[in-house]
């Protein structure tokens, strides 16, 4: 029977040869599969199990029917081409190097850093005699994408794809690791993915409940942007981002192109000529249109405000419908496969790297890493839960510091938030004026920062309150403060490699490794990627401070933007950091890659030693037209949140009385996750951003 079956594969790969192997796998490189496939040896394919997945969440075995669409088989690389890889990696953005800023075309990609052309056909042959479809490859070579249902799973990866129920949401999961015939397992990383957990989109709708203070209420418009941010010198220079594109990636469609004019109209941006399309990438994975989705508003604030910050640039929502994957995955995975990519893409969505696993993380990692090399610079949003990612926004978060697997990689700029803090230091009248102007902006200059946190936890908020301090019987967190971990996220990579067990990490859990490019005062020597990497405003009302936007699907863009939808998030700071990459693009003359070396090289000359008492952004000396500072270094608050004892005890959660405490690096001291400092930090990064300056600052 192995014989005849070993047949049968043979004739497959014939048959699939013409359509899996258009992309570039090469025959030059050595193959990694050398043995005949043999299905009673099975290798597993570790860590690609969902923490949900487990016997007290099981609801039951799906349908053998049930069908899986654009489930990849992540393919590996070997250590050579790794290293090969990371080497150009760092000659493409070495000024000294004859490779600097040559980008490669994802054709050069796959044939350099792809598969073996053997291991492709072995493969193919192998899904195909399970019944799969396979896909044609990508020209980059990363990943095969195939198509079939749960019964073909079970019989070719050795595992159920039952039906699963936890934290109130109904879920597809595999309950085991999958396992493939040991000889073909060194070729794969893993499968991406036997699930149908999707990541939710990074923005907060305003929220005045907690409001500290009752009288006034700034909603951010363009023209603050470019005030409080110091834009204005840039346009003023000539410099509006014309005939650079901006991709901001997503799930779903806006309802209408015409909320973006308007938006644009309202606010005074219609002066500049720009253009705002969608568009539905095909490639190695599928793509079809997903119309109008749960994630509409979030499509429309990344589109516009990415087009607020660079009002000339071309804004396109490259968006495709979910399946197994993210279609804004696919959407990116099809885009850096094509003949002409983005120099700038904005992600605004996030899950937590425990949930992801290591195979999803890696996959998210290796999607980046290809962008990058060809020129793309690519920014995502931290998200909205503090370091309490695996929570998401839960009122009472029990399992610990985590972040987004979304935004840990080495290969894209985390992006944080903070909110004004005018209200807090009762300055507001020095910043804003009392009257707008025609583009409904009010904002006079920079105005001191500290992170955005709507918890209890958070410890400006806590002061304000008349407690000295958050936790415990005494504190606000027990007093009628607002339990939530809706704050601006950051923290240490810690499980984007190896698993821990539901939602917490453990197990065999690591942090990607710490970047060299990430150097500089306040970074810690943890030896793992830290984020965010920079920050900007993102709050949604706690202080009196959120962003409006125009989305006629959820509600009205009449004649006062005041009532227009407001809200909040890291999905604002985003793309707005990606349009002033199109400012930078724009003056430079051509794409950057990965901007994070340039920036923390900026940072490592204002911080110093010892930081930059000038450009502390509660400095008097920030908020002067004519400041030489470039990045402001945020060094009031927290960005902190609530939390309680897990079931068998606090993890990081400091709980010294009462039944809530506050997200903690100890369980028996106030250690907030986190406190800014001088420099770096994980609250806000490096800090926040006078964009004249840096764009005068980066290197041609």
């Not at 036997?194 to 203070?213: E, Q």
């Not at 110091?230 to 209408?256: K, Y």
């Not at 370091?387 to 998401?392: G, I, K, L, P, Q």
């Not at 204002?606 to 509660?618: F, L, T, V, W």
Request: proline share 6%.
């Amino acid at each position: 029977m192995n014989r005849h079956f070993r047949r049968s594969l043979a004739a497959a790969a014939g048959a699939v040869a013409a359509c899996a192997l258009a992309g570039p796998a090469s025959a030059a490189i050595p193959a990694k599969i050398g043995q005949p496939v043999d299905e009673r040896v099975l290798a597993p394919l570790s860590s690609n199990t969902h923490p949900d997945a487990v016997p007290q969440n099981d609801r039951g075995r799906v349908s053998d029917s049930l069908q899986m669409k654009d489930m990849i088989l992540l393919l590996r690389r070997s250590d050579a081409q790794e290293a090969a890889l990371r080497k150009l990696m760092r000659e493409q953005l070495d000024a000294k190097s004859a490779h600097y800023h040559k980008w490669l075309t994802a054709k050069e990609f796959g044939r350099r850093f792809g598969p073996a052309r053997a291991d492709v056909d072995a493969l193919a042959a192998w899904l195909t005699g399970h019944g799969f479809n396979v896909h044609p490859m990508g020209a980059g070579g990363r990943a095969i994408f195939f198509d079939g249902n749960a019964g073909q799973v079970r019989a070719a990866f050795h595992t159920e794809i039952h039906n699963i129920e936890a934290n109130g949401e109904r879920h597809i999961a595999n309950m085991s690791d999958p396992e493939m015939p040991a000889a073909l397992a060194p070729a794969v990383v893993g499968i991406v993915k036997l699930n149908d957990y999707m990541p939710h989109p990074n923005f907060i709708k305003r929220d005045f409940t907690y409001k500290t203070d009752t009288k006034t209420y700034h909603a951010i418009v363009p023209e603050d942007l470019a005030t409080i941010y110091n834009i204005n010198p840039v346009f003023d220079g000539g410099n509006t981002g014309q005939g650079r594109t901006v991709v901001v990636i997503e799930d779903s469609n806006v309802a209408t192109t015409n909320d973006w004019a308007t938006f644009r109209s309202k606010f005074g941006l219609s002066k500049y000529s720009a253009t705002f399309t969608q568009v539905h990438p095909t490639g190695g994975g599928s793509c079809s249109d997903p119309g109008i989705g749960g994630a509409e508003g979030e499509a429309n604030l990344d589109a516009q405000w990415a087009s607020a910050a660079a009002p000339s640039a071309n804004i396109v929502l490259a968006s495709c419908r979910d399946t197994t994957q993210f279609g804004g995955f696919l959407a990116l995975d099809n885009l850096i496969d094509g003949a002409s990519v983005p120099p700038v893409v904005s992600i605004s969505y996030g899950t937590g790297e425990e949930g992801d696993g290591e195979t999803e993380n890696k996959y998210i990692s290796s999607l980046y890493q290809q962008a990058s090399a060809e020129g793309v610079s690519v920014f995502v949003s931290s998200g909205d839960e503090g370091s309490a990612e695996n929570d998401h926004r839960g009122a009472n978060p029990s399992h610990g510091v985590s972040i987004s697997g979304w935004m840990s990689t080495a290969y894209n700029v985390s992006v944080g938030g903070t909110d004004f803090a005018d209200t807090f230091l009762g300055t507001t009248k020095k910043y804003w004026n009392k009257k707008n102007t025609k583009n409904y902006g009010s904002a006079k200059s920079y105005m001191p920062e500290f992170p955005w946190s709507d918890s209890c936890a958070n410890g400006p908020l806590s002061t304000s309150k008349g407690f000295a301090t958050p936790y415990g019987s005494d504190g606000y967190c027990n007093n009628g403060g607002p339990h939530s971990s809706v704050a601006g996220s950051g923290g240490p990579s810690n499980c984007a490699l190896g698993h821990g067990t539901g939602g917490f990490i453990n197990g065999t859990c690591a942090g990607w490794p710490k970047p060299d490019w990430q150097k500089v005062f306040g970074v810690p020597n943890d030896g793992v990627r830290d984020t965010p990497d920079v920050s900007l405003m993102a709050a949604n009302g706690l202080w009196g401070h959120y962003f409006v936007f125009c989305d006629t699907h959820e509600g009205s863009c009449g004649d006062n933007p005041a009532d227009w939808p407001g809200a909040g998030g890291t999905s604002f700071s985003s793309p707005i950091w990606a349009g002033f990459m199109a400012l930078i693009v724009n003056k430079s003359g051509g794409a950057q890659g990965l901007p994070n070396p340039v920036l923390y090289s900026i940072a490592n000359e204002e911080y110093g030693r010892k930081g930059s008492k000038a450009c502390n952004s509660s400095s008097k000396k920030a908020s002067k037209p004519n400041t030489s500072c470039i990045f402001y270094d945020v060094t009031l608050g927290d960005n902190d949140v609530n939390c309680v004892a897990a079931t068998s005890g606090p993890v990081d959660c400091y709980i010294p009385s009462g039944t809530t405490g506050v997200l903690s690096t100890s369980n028996d001291q106030y250690q907030p996750a986190f406190a800014t400092k001088k420099g770096w930090d994980f609250a806000t990064g490096i800090g926040t951003v006078n964009v004249a300056n840096l764009v005068n600052a980066w290197p041609q």
